[in-house]
T-cell receptor, first 111, second 114 residues
Framework: RKEVEQDPGPFNVPEGATVAFNCTYSNSASQSFFWYRQDCRKEPKLLMSVYSSGNEDGRFTAQLNRASQYISLLIRDSKLSDSATYLCVVNPGGATNKLIFGTGTLLAVQP | GAVVSQHPSWVICKSGTSVKIECRSLDFQATTMFWYRQFPKQSLMLMATSNEGSKATYEQGVEKDKFLINHASLTLSTLTVTSAHPEDSSFYIC??????????FGPGTRLTVL
């Protein structure tokens, strides 16, 4: 089983749609969680951290369910500029604080 | 936000040559830097953790003698791909850890080995 698993995608949605991405992680001791965005042929960039209480940043809402080891990202009112690959990222803890990346979900917002 | 640079941004080399990639944290000191590799349509895979002043920690399956990592200062880590072969062609990305939880990524280096 992969350490971090995501929806396979791709997601093709019209502008203005609401889209949700899901992610599960295997290590129950994982300490912190993130969503990154990666544009084609570019480095990943932090979109938002994910907290147990859930958190929102504009049109983006992230949720964490530690009991189910499940993370989600909701994007409301999709824009063309939201088209990218969204990476679920988990810090399993430990001294090095390395990050484990999911394979990513490709989102294509259509005009 | 913090800035991490990589050099070169792309490189094409012949099989058998060695390639050095530099990763610099420009506005903060990073005791730990990470090196990732990303093949087309795949996610980032951590290759190694680079610690300033000590030996790098390599992930399982990554050959330490092939991928030489040096972290000589708090702002610079280098990755040398020795005797590169076409299968080493990939997107190499570094990141620098600023705080316990925050990593900032460099823009990546695209390596093509002919």
């Amino acid at each position: 089983r992969k350490e971090v698993e995501q929806d396979p995608g791709p997601f093709n949605v019209p502008e203005g749609a609401t889209v949700a991405f899901n992610c599960t992680y295997s290590n129950s001791a994982s300490q912190s969680f993130f969503w990154y965005r990666q544009d084609c042929r570019k480095e990943p960039k932090l979109l938002m951290s994910v907290y147990s209480s859930g958190n929102e940043d504009g049109r983006f809402t992230a949720q964490l369910n530690r009991a189910s080891q499940y993370i989600s990202l909701l994007i409301r009112d999709s824009k063309l500029s939201d088209s990218a690959t969204y990476l679920c990222v988990v810090n399993p803890g430990g001294a090095t604080n390395k990050l484990i990346f999911g394979t990513g979900t490709l989102l294509a917002v259509q005009p | 936000g913090a800035v991490v640079s990589q050099h070169p941004s792309w490189v094409i080399c012949k099989s058998g040559t060695s390639v050095k990639i530099e990763c610099r944290s420009l506005d903060f000191q990073a005791t730990t830097m990470f090196w990732y590799r990303q093949f087309p349509k795949q996610s980032l895979m951590l290759m190694a953790t680079s610690n300033e002043g000590s030996k790098a920690t390599y992930e399982q399956g990554v050959e330490k003698d092939k991928f030489l990592i040096n972290h000589a200062s708090l702002t610079l880590s280098t990755l040398t791909v020795t005797s590169a072969h076409p299968e080493d062609s990939s997107f190499y990305i570094c990141s620098a850890r600023r705080s316990s939880d925050t990593q900032y990524f460099g823009p990546g280096t695209r390596l093509t080995v002919l």
